[in-house]
């Protein structure tokens, strides 16, 4: 038997199952074995006090993206899936962003082209679809399914991406005719549009009032009509940063009644809430994300839908905006909120702050740590058991979490290009200290050690996650309609 290229000796492993003392031994790019007393590698680590996790698999996160008003975000990939690294993140899934009169096949190739460039940590995308037209549905989407992009992401808000109820039905046949998962940013577009318009022109301009035109009642209204979708055409879907209480319930009922419905949160739904956006000038603009922070008891809301696997995936939605003329400040010092570029990073920080809570504070144990911020999220699409678990022919993708190291979020440390972060001042407790990729090492005393680029690619095919219920809703079963065939 060849030795183990490396053994990460006396750690205590965690999935999303168990967790027990053991080394496991790494042989090329993969796990080839796990047990007590494994024979010793060419190489070792010393993992004894540390929890021996699987990488972070973050799977919202907007990389060298246009955002929703034609900027670019100040991220590039080699920037972005640094700070996944240092925060123990080894896959991510960024989106392919398509904008109205754009090919498909176009906006893929290039975002290609950018993660070949500059990826660490392996990646795969999700293709958004702001212009859902016939020939991109029929023509474009079935090749890139087939290629790997085995999903489809749609807005129902931001003016110059969301779709109509018509538009996000074509898009869910599209998914359940090609296999794919239909991830949504679902809030009311016109409620939005109309709380904003009234604020600015009372004058109510700052950041935070942000938070207050997304009313709340803008997230189950349009979880409601996803839901009613996605039930009508018999196709699952995954809801994006789910913020509120009134969207957890909304959730709880659809999958109550067996729908394949599957949602996420974020960190700062879980951690923050409007009033971190009450800043002196635009300071705010730091935590004006889509949707807002809302409040206390919607936080502790989402953590009893985790519980309840209402919420299956912790996701960042990392998009990094810089604090001046590039980014949030790109419509100068007097801007209103309406202007201000929306989102905040979080790749670095997404695993660290949830593990402090879950993990050192207690709230959770480490196996559900490990569930819903990386076995979750490869599970429902379609990248496990390669990512997202540590098992015997899993890529050895592991972050060795060192439980006792303190740190306090600075922007002086941020590896993003935003230049600042919105948990600056935070202490957390537990650090990831090693993180291999693939058997090599990535990060190990604070440094980098790999090459921009060499992540790679993660073709997938939707899972059991995207398989429709095949459930005859009475205008699709020819029992019941008539006779139409329209399957
Ligand atoms: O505010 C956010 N989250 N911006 C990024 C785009 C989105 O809405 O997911
Ligand atoms: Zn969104
Ligand atoms: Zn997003």
New binding site residues.
């Given amino acids: 038997m060849q030795p183990f290229d490396l053994v990460i000796r006396g750690g205590t492993v965690a999935t999303a199952t168990d967790s027990f003392k053991a080394d496991v031994g790494i042989r090329g790019s993969t796990i080839a074995a796990i047990g007590d007393g494994l024979d010793k590698g060419k190489r070792e680590i010393d993992a004894r006090g540390n929890l021996v996790l699987p990488g972070g698999v973050d799977s919202?996160s907007?990389i060298e993206q246009l955002?929703?008003s034609g900027l670019m975000n100040a991220d590039t990939f080699e920037s972005a899936t640094t700070a996944a690294a240092f925060g123990g993140t080894t896959t991510v899934i960024s989106f392919a962003a398509q904008h109205v009169g754009m090919s498909l096949k176009t906006v893929v190739d290039e975002y290609h082209q950018y993660a070949e460039r500059g990826a660490v940590v392996d990646y795969a995308f999700h293709m958004i679809l702001a212009d859902p037209r016939e020939e991109v549905l029929d023509k474009e989407v079935p090749p890139l399914v087939k290629a790997g992009h085995a999903s489809l992401k749609v807005?129902m808000t931001?003016d110059r991406l969301k779709v109509d109820d018509e538009q996000l039905l074509n898009v869910l046949q599209a998914a359940r005719d090609n296999r794919a998962m239909v991830c949504v940013?679902a809030e009311n577009h016109g409620m939005i549009s109309w709380m904003g318009k009234r604020l600015v022109k009372k004058g109510y301009e700052a950041p935070k009032f942000h938070a207050i035109s997304h009313p709340r009642v803008c997230e189950p209204e349009a979880f409601t009509r996803l839901i009613a979708c996605a039930a009508l055409v018999d196709q699952p879907i995954m809801i994006?940063?789910v913020s509120t209480q009134e969207g957890t319930q909304v959730i709880r009922k659809a999958r109550g009644e067996g729908l394949k419905i599957f949602a996420e949160t974020c960190p700062q739904y879980l951690f923050m809430t409007k009033r971190d956006l009450d800043k002196p000038g635009l300071e705010g603009a730091k935590w004006?994300?889509?949707p807002p922070a809302r409040d206390f008891h919607d936080q502790e809301a989402l953590w009893q839908a985790l519980a309840l696997g209402d919420l299956q995936v912790i996701s960042s939605?990392h998009?990094p905006y810089a604090y001046d003329k590039s980014g949030k400040l790109v419509a100068g010092k007097k801007s209103t909120f309406k202007q201000i570029?929306?989102?905040?990073p979080g790749l670095e920080a997404r695993l660290p702050v949830v593990f402090d809570e879950m993990v050192s504070n207690g709230r959770f144990d480490v196996t559900k740590f490990v569930a819903w911020t990386a076995t979750n999220p490869a599970k429902i699409y379609g990248l496990y058991p390669k990512k997202g678990t540590l098992a015997i022919g899993s890529d050895a993708d592991i972050a060795i979490w060192d439980p006792k190291k303190s740190v306090t979020f600075s922007d002086k440390t941020v590896k993003d290009r935003a230049g600042y972060t919105p948990w600056k001042g935070r202490t957390v407790k537990g650090w990831p200290t090693i993180v291999l990729l693939r058997g090599e090492v990535l990060v190990a005393d604070d440094k980098l050690k790999a090459k921009p680029g060499s992540g790679q690619f993660l073709a997938r095919k939707a899972g059991a996650a995207a398989e429709p219920l095949g459930r005859a809703t009475v205008e699709f079963d020819p029992k019941q309609n008539f006779g139409a065939r329209l399957r």
């Fill in positions: 919202h907007h955002s929703a807005f931001y940013h994006f940063h004006m994300f889509s939605d998009a570029p929306n989102g905040m």
